[in-house]
Each structure stands twice: as C-alpha cells, then as structure tokens.
C-alpha cells in the first residue's frame, strides 16, 4: 500500500523546512504550542493596564533594588515576546530559577519600553506539560 503523493511531499516539506530552522526558531515554535494547554495569552498579544494570564520559560532571575526596597525580577519568554515579572520586596522566592516553566497572572503595564507584572500569581509548571 502506498501513501498518496500529497503526504509525501507534506512530510519532505516539514523536514526540510526543520532542517533550515534555526534552534531558536524550534524553540519558539514550540513554546507558543504550549500557550494553548496552559491557557495563557501571547505575551505579544498583551497590552498596557489590562490582567493577562501568559507562561512561558524564565529566562534570567535578578535581584534588583527597586527605591531602596529589595526586588526580584525575572525575565519570562513565550515564543512570541517577554515579559518582566517584578516581585516587591522579595529577594528569593523558591522555584523561580532560569530555565522554568511559569504560568502567571497579573496587571500588565510598561515601564522603560518593556513589559511589566508587578507581584503576580504565579504556579510552577512542569517542563513541557500543560
């Protein structure tokens, strides 16, 4: 039994077209197929003053004093944009750590350009699951 001619070149298109896919590009792919069973927005979809639920991979955690108080900020990366979620007066919340998935909700404003969310909610997801 042979596959129909369509199939075949369908697969021979999706193969070569990973071949020339760059590792970065893979990955956001595939990160923004996660948006959907998470239940989260596009970060690129988010605008000013309005509550949005995104996930995504925190890419950098930093502690960075905000008027004298302590601040944690990391950096959350979706596929599509990043986000800075900011928690005031924290310098270490346990499980927040580069490289994890995070699901989090909260009022998106911006500030120097970039994409804030100040104290959201948040829930630690495992790597790759819904």
């Given at each position: 039994?042979?596959?129909?001619?369509?199939?075949?070149?369908?697969?021979?298109?999706?193969?070569?077209?990973?071949?020339?896919t760059s590792q970065a590009e893979l990955e956001a792919a595939e990160l923004r197929e996660d948006l959907g069973r998470q239940g989260a927005t596009p970060i690129a979809s988010c605008g000013e003053r309005q509550r949005f639920c995104v996930a995504g991979t925190l890419r950098t955690v930093t502690l960075r004093p905000r008027g004298g108080a302590p601040a944690l900020e990391a950096e959350l990366y979706d596929g599509s944009d990043v986000i800075d979620l900011v928690w005031l007066?924290?310098?270490?919340?346990?499980?927040?750590?580069?490289g994890r998935v995070v699901r989090a909700e909260g009022l998106v404003s911006f500030q120097d350009g970039r994409k804030v969310m100040f104290n959201p909610r948040y829930e630690l997801r495992p790597a790759g699951g819904p």
């Open positions: 039994m042979s596959t129909p001619e369509p199939a075949k070149r369908g697969g021979l298109r999706g193969f070569f077209q990973r071949l020339t007066g924290r310098r270490k919340i346990v499980g927040i750590e580069p």
